[in-house]
């Protein structure tokens, strides 16, 4: 059609039969033991950076949309939604001696829209 993007590729993500929905993760690795800490499922894979705060407050994006804030275990302190999909880096930012956080949204997102429509199997 003519004006309408294209980008060339088509994805398609659906979970695997049997499993329980989630097809991603967040994960905290230790790189000396080369194994996993703990895990957080999420519904898909999470394509964004993180940022891990002296604080031990880590922030990352998921495709959903949502920005989060996890503890060094992994429970979820904080989600606010986004207008679209997060694929960027979380950065830290002071204005006037407060601490803030910013990601980019409005891409993103797209190769997982037909599970967030509702579409189950292709």
Known sequence: TAGQPYVGATVS???A????GNMGNFIAWDAAK???VW????????????LA???DVIFYG???????AVDEKGKELYKFKTPS??????TPFEHNGKQYIAVL???GGWAGIGLAGGLLSP
């Open 13 to 15: 993500m659906y979970p």
């Open 85 to 90: 999909g997060i694929i960027g880096n979380v």
């Open 62 to 68: 998921t495709l959903e949309g949502y920005i989060k």
């Open 105 to 107: 949204s409005g891409v």
């Open 17 to 20: 039969p049997g499993s329980d």
């Open 53 to 55: 705060t002296a604080g």
């Open 34 to 36: 080369g194994e996993i």
């Open 39 to 50: 895990s957080k499922p999420e519904q898909f894979s999470v394509w964004s950076g993180a």
